[in-house]
């Protein structure tokens, strides 16, 4: 129901934009979510979109280099990621809740789907 797709190998310095596309569940009443997973450490928040679109919310650390969006049109949110950094490898995954609480925007429990994942490799 979440597919994700955008990942690759890029050097630092350079951009890359994820998307994931929704199927089978209306997205105007989900808000959305993009997570990453590094080797050997725990699922982290990297940046969240509420239903209404209003402003999204996003991790310290990638604030001013990542933006996520969201196309009601395409049943789609992305994540522009620029200026990426050897500790944004990771792998990324999008998720879905249809009733998130502000409180809980950043805990991975929160979510009712999870997409695939799609590898984040930055690499000189």
């Known amino acids: 129901q979440l597919q994700a797709s955008g990942g690759g190998l890029v050097q630092p310095g350079d951009s890359l934009t994820l998307s994931c596309v929704l199927s089978?569940?209306?997205?105007?009443?989900?808000?959305m979510a993009w997570f990453r997973q590094a080797p050997g450490k725990e699922r982290e928040f990297v940046a969240a979109?509420?239903?209404?679109?209003?402003?999204?919310i996003y991790t310290d650390s990638v604030k001013g280099r990542f933006t996520m969006s969201r196309d009601r049109s395409n049943n789609a949110v992305f994540l522009q990621m620029n200026s990426l950094r050897s500790e944004d490898t990771a792998v990324y995954y999008c998720?879905?809740?249809?009733?998130?609480?502000?409180?809980?925007?950043?805990?991975?429990?929160?979510?009712?789907?999870w997409g695939q994942g799609t590898q984040v490799t930055v690499s000189s």
């Open positions: 998720a879905a809740d249809s009733g998130l609480i502000l409180s809980s925007v950043s805990n991975p429990r929160a979510y009712d789907y």
């Open positions: 089978g569940i209306p997205f105007s009443r989900y808000d």
């Open positions: 979109i509420r239903k209404t679109n209003s402003n999204p």
